[in-house]
């Protein structure tokens, strides 16, 4: 079947998967199985030689079936399906989106090395980068939103070892504040520190937005990062990770992948295959709901500000890298009440069909206090220069009906 000519969302029910080959099941089966049979001992050594990145695949050689641990018929499918999104040559699924995460930064960081991240930046990700990281000798430096290129590359020199910076990490928009980081000036950034020797790498996690929403590689991202978690599986039910990438750095990634052990197993990926065919209904009912809620919010006099890329100012630096990067303005709000945690808490307390617990990006809509929930672990001093304060609420917009879920948030605010 040629598929060049079909959008990915076309492609979710059938790309990657011959029902023939598992007795004409309309969808694939699970493949609950620890290892594969190899027709010869020749068949198996090849299949090792490249899985364990001894040596380059041929150019029509597909990498045979060894152990659930290296491959398996539903990861497969997985990968092939979800690299249609980001237009990308390979895709590795992961247990965990923190599983993505740490694989990339660890095989693509050695001690003694520099990474530049942005800030604010997911929770965990913030730790493993400010504890782990340093922990094993790679030194770290951050930058945010209001940062220039110059200001950036002037912060990369500061530390003394500039030709030690090896990878770029960034969140955009920045959980929770939806703060925009300018991906294009990042990867002008990696290119000034790049050299014959040493090309830096790129990683956008792109969660917040994608895969629907955003393609952080057409602006030059090496890696694009997701927690499969949220919009990918869409249920909450699952727990997952996923990097997209060129042919190259995903071999690195699928061989660190192999050794770590932290692939999905075959009933997640068949769970994420599920999810994929109903990707794009979901997430689009997602933002038209909270584009009618992120209109409603301003109104109420219990709302001090919010914090939604719809209803960014156009002629500002904001609106300019939205509108560049962006194909819509997404499903997640952040807005600040009037008051403090006291405030905040009477808001979330008060929420019924709207569910009080952390994630994102499921049909349940979902609500959370960033600064004593999932950024809990940066200083005072930290969360008040990034804009994560007492009084900020973050709010998942699931496929409930709007009218409803405004109703809910009126009578929600209406108690503090």
């Known amino acids: 079947m040629n598929t060049k000519h079909y959008k990915p969302e076309s492609l979710m029910m059938s790309h990657g998967y011959k029902p023939e080959l598992s007795e004409g099941s309309i969808k694939p089966p699970i493949f609950m199985t620890s290892t594969f049979v190899f027709k010869t001992a020749e068949e198996g050594k090849a299949f090792f030689e490249v899985a364990y990145g001894i040596r380059e695949k041929e150019a029509e050689e597909n990498l045979g079936l060894i152990y659930s641990r290296i491959n398996n018929p539903n990861l497969e499918i997985l990968e092939n ?36 991240f942005s800030s604010p930046s997911y929770g965990g990700t913030d730790h493993f980068i400010n504890n782990f990281l340093i922990k094993i000798g790679v030194e770290v430096v951050c930058f945010t939103a209001e940062d220039s290129k110059e200001q950036i ?33 990042c990867k002008e950034v990696a290119d000034h520190f790049s050299t014959e020797d040493k090309k830096v790498i790129l990683a956008v996690d792109n969660t917040y937005m994608g895969p629907l929403w955003s393609s952080p590689m057409e602006h030059g991202a090496d890696l694009v990062v997701y927690s499969a978690t949220k919009y990918i599986g869409g249920h909450s039910d699952l727990i997952a990770g996923a990097v997209n990438g060129n042919t190259e750095l995903m071999g690195r990634v699928k061989v660190l992948r192999t050794f770590l052990g ?45 914090f939604y890329l719809g209803n ?25 009440v009037k008051g403090g945690e006291k405030e905040a808490f009477k808001f979330l307390n008060n929420l019924k069909v709207i569910k009080l617990a952390v994630s994102l990006g499921s049909t349940e809509s979902l609500a959370q206090h960033p600064a004593s929930m999932t950024h809990i672990g940066l200083s005072q001093e930290v969360r ?33």
């Not at 500061?158 to 929770?176: C, D, H, M, R, S």
């Not at 197993?265 to 209904?281: A, D, F, G, Q, V």
């Not at 008040?384 to 879920?405: A, F, H, M, P, Y």
Request: negative net charge; proline residues 4%.
């Open 81 to 116: 399906r979800l690299s249609l999104w980001d237009n990308s040559d390979d895709s590795a699924i992961f247990e965990s989106g923190m599983s993505a995460i740490s694989t990339i930064l660890l095989e693509f960081l050695n001690p003694g090395d520099l990474l530049l």
């Open 153 to 185: 590359i002037e912060r990369i020199n500061q530390t003394g070892k500039p030709e030690k910076l090896a990878q770029i990490f960034v969140e955009t928009p920045a959980n929770p504040t939806n703060a925009l980081i300018d991906i294009s000036v």
């Open 262 to 306: 932290n692939m999905a197993n075959p009933h997640t990926c068949w769970l994420l295959l599920r999810s994929l065919e109903t990707l794009k209904i979901r997430m689009e009912q997602q933002q038209r709901s909270a584009q009618e809620i992120a209109q409603f919010l301003p109104t109420h006099n219990a709302v001090e500000k919010v």
């Open 312 to 336: 960014l100012q156009a002629g500002t630096k904001e609106y300019e890298i939205y509108k560049k990067q962006y194909s819509g303005p997404g499903a997640m709000i952040s807005f600040q």
């Open 384 to 416: 008040d220069k990034i804009g994560i304060t007492d009084n900020l609420v973050r709010l998942s917009v699931g496929v409930e009906n709007q009218e409803d879920l405004i109703r809910e948030i009126t009578e929600a605010l209406d108690c503090i």
